[in-house]
């Protein structure tokens, strides 16, 4: 593994340079493959290791390089010593290389990469992840596809890394729209189309009486009295909406069912009903609350009025709003969990939102506010389904298993999958995942079909057909050849390529542990989906003699291995066969 080569370039240059190799090991990284033949499986950046950095006096960069370079010996791990721009590089023993780096991917397994230096005196972590939430009284739209694949893969990458999650669906189940759909119901709703499809039938409802309630103001005045009546625990009021709340979570768990996502717990904004009164009398006792002319109460965060710098946290009748819930809701989670840190995976328009709670949560003497982390996401532009603009998340993951399919019956295959319509959905959505992934979590972006199920290029296809035939290879010569394997039949240039990159693994999931980015994982599955795609073509297994075959054949399961483990933490379920003429 990269974590025992990095300890022993930093053992040597400890002595070298004084200093422990704890503080060196992070200073020394994996070298990029590159088209070239012959580079350095690892780097140092002389500039990180010096005193002094900031000096624009002391030495030239690249004399400090080769004068430590001049310093250091090859041994019996480091075969070749040069420097590059600023860096020291090391070039591994090849053969160790080859045996270290493929015993080790067998050996761990789905803890590849995880059990590096890296991650070492890493303190095991509470973490509340809050993603998804969708609201009851509108249909499970299409926008909140990132929050719940984006969570998903913050939550997996935690888990993965030994922390204990609490994954939160926060439900949007409270507030005036449950006034406008109580009021709703009684006017235009049937019992029938709720029970037949709950979230279809509430939403045209919704939809209805939002239109209805803007030419009557009898109806907006009635769906101001329902939501009172919620507020004040009317029975009637109450059963009518839980109702609601009920046949909407079943519903919800059946697509996230499909996504491949679970949650620890259903939460949502009407459990702190009562205790956001707590949060107003707090905010009240400590001199923070203050009543407009219109009723409303607010807290004034700039301190002097600045009108960008209040915000809103009663409304003139008494009942609470979104920010008060959400303080009180997250009181109640550090009181339950104790949580080391908490995230909310939401799109950017909330992000002033956030940074009021949070400063709200500090003034109100929660010195662990500064624990709590906004993950904001950019706005995914021009999904549309074959049907028009109706960008429901259902309705997308119907199109993208009509699609899969149509794709998989117009090619010729010597193979019939056993459930097309599940291996359909599961490609499908891998092919959504990574167009999603790519790029920055912040960005906005334009979805296209084409793009998502072109099966060459940079897609969820060419990683999930690569995982398969992958398989396939173990599955059809495997047997005979996975005991032993001789490090000599791997030193042709695609191998070391391979192997080299497969050092850079841990690297990848430590850069996405820093700043919870995708994308790292992602850009590096790919180039190692490339890799094998040009080795698959040279390094032949078939007629191949017996021990070349054997250990060819356990540099391709190592492939397939690591590049299931990041697939899974991109929560992407690896697909085992697929159809033969697809490449």
């Not at 340079?17 to 090991?25: A, G, S, T, V, W």
């Not at 409270?174 to 709950?198: A, C, D, I, R, V």
């Not at 994982?521 to 795609?533: E, Q």
């Given at each position: 593994m990269a974590c025992a080569f990095r300890r022993s370039i930093a053992c040597q240059l400890s002595r070298v340079?004084?200093?422990?190799?704890?503080?060196?090991?992070k200073s020394i990284s994996a070298v990029p493959i590159s088209r070239k033949e012959e580079v350095a499986d690892f780097q140092l950046s002389v500039d990180s290791v010096l005193e002094n950095n900031n000096d624009h006096s002391r030495p030239d960069i690249q004399v400090q390089a080769?004068?430590?370079?001049?310093?250091?010996?090859?041994?019996?791990?480091?075969?070749?010593i040069s420097t590059g721009q600023g860096t020291v590089n090391f070039k591994i023993n090849r053969e160790l290389l080859t045996k270290t780096v493929l015993q080790q991917v067998i050996n761990d397994g789905s803890k590849y990469g995880l059990k590096s230096e890296l991650f070492s005196g890493l303190p095991q972590k509470k973490i509340v992840v809050e993603f998804s939430s969708p609201n009851v009284a509108k249909k499970f739209?299409?926008?909140?596809?990132?929050?719940?694949?984006?969570?998903?893969?913050?939550?997996?990458?935690?888990?993965?890394?030994?922390?204990?999650?609490?994954?939160?669906?926060?439900?949007?189940?409270?507030?005036?729209?449950?006034?406008?759909?109580?009021?709703?119901?009684?006017?235009?709703?049937?019992?029938?189309?709720?029970?037949?499809?709950?979230?279809?039938?509430?939403?045209?409802?919704?939809?209805?009486?939002?239109?209805?309630?803007?030419?009557?103001?009898?109806?907006?005045?009635?769906?101001?009295?329902?939501f009172q009546r919620l507020e004040l625990g009317d029975t009637q009021a109450l059963a009518l909406w839980q109702k609601f709340r009920d046949l909407s979570i079943e519903e919800y768990v059946r697509i996230y069912k499909r996504l491949g996502v679970h949650f620890n717990e259903y939460s949502g904004e009407s459990f702190y009903r009562e205790k956001s009164q707590e949060v107003l009398k707090l905010l009240d006792s400590k001199g923070l609350l203050q009543k407009t002319v219109k009723g409303t109460a607010v807290v004034d965060l700039s301190g002097n009025g600045d009108p960008s710098s209040i915000c809103t946290v009663m409304r003139s009748d008494g009942t609470s709003l979104y920010a008060t819930r959400d303080l009180a809701a997250a009181i109640d989670r550090m009181d339950k969990y104790n949580f080391d840190t908490m995230i909310y995976v939401t799109d950017k328009g909330q992000k002033k939102h956030f940074q009021q709670v949070f400063q709200m949560l500090q003034i109100m003497g929660y010195d662990w506010a500064e624990r709590c982390r906004h993950v904001p996401f950019g706005v995914v532009q021009g999904m549309k389904t074959r049907r028009g603009n109706v960008t429901f998340l259902e309705d997308v993951l119907n199109e993208i298993r009509s699609r899969m399919l149509q794709n998989m019956a117009s090619i010729k295959t010597t193979r019939e999958l056993e459930n097309p319509q599940e291996t359909a959905e599961r490609v499908g959505l891998a092919a959504l995942i990574i167009q999603d992934f790519k790029g920055l979590l912040l960005s906005d972006y334009q979805f296209s079909w084409d793009r998502v199920f072109q099966?060459?290029?940079?897609?969820?296809?060419?990683?999930?057909y690569t995982h398969a035939r992958l398989h396939s290879l173990e599955e059809t010569f495997g047997c005979g050849y996975l005991n032993d394997f001789n490090t000599g039949c791997l030193q042709e240039p695609q191998s070391v390529s391979i192997l080299q990159h497969l050092l850079r693994f841990d690297e990848v999931l430590y850069r996405s542990s820093q700043d919870l980015q995708p994308r790292h994982?992602?850009?590096?599955?790919?180039?190692?989906?490339?890799?094998?795609?040009v080795a698959h073509k040279t390094l032949f297994i078939k007629d191949s003699p017996p021990e070349v075959a054997g250990a060819r054949l356990h540099l391709f399961r190592a492939v397939r291995s690591v590049l299931a483990n990041g697939m899974k933490l991109l929560g992407i379920t690896p697909k085992l066969f697929l159809l033969v003429g697809w490449m």
């Open positions: 340079l004084d200093l422990p190799p704890e503080n060196l090991i080769m004068r430590l370079a001049e310093k250091l010996k090859c041994d019996t791990v480091v075969s070749e739209h299409v926008g909140h596809l990132r929050s719940t694949i984006i969570g998903n893969f913050i939550a997996n990458l935690k888990e993965a890394l030994g922390h204990q999650v609490t994954r939160i669906n926060y439900l949007g189940d409270w507030g005036m729209q449950f006034g406008l759909l109580g009021t709703g119901f009684q006017l235009f709703g049937y019992e029938e189309k709720l029970q037949s499809n709950p979230l279809q039938h509430l939403f045209e409802v919704y939809v209805q009486v939002n239109k209805e309630a803007t030419d009557d103001k009898n109806i907006a005045k009635s769906a101001h009295e329902f099966s060459r290029g940079d897609t969820g296809v060419f990683l999930q994982i992602v850009s590096y599955l790919l180039t190692l989906s490339h890799l094998a795609a």
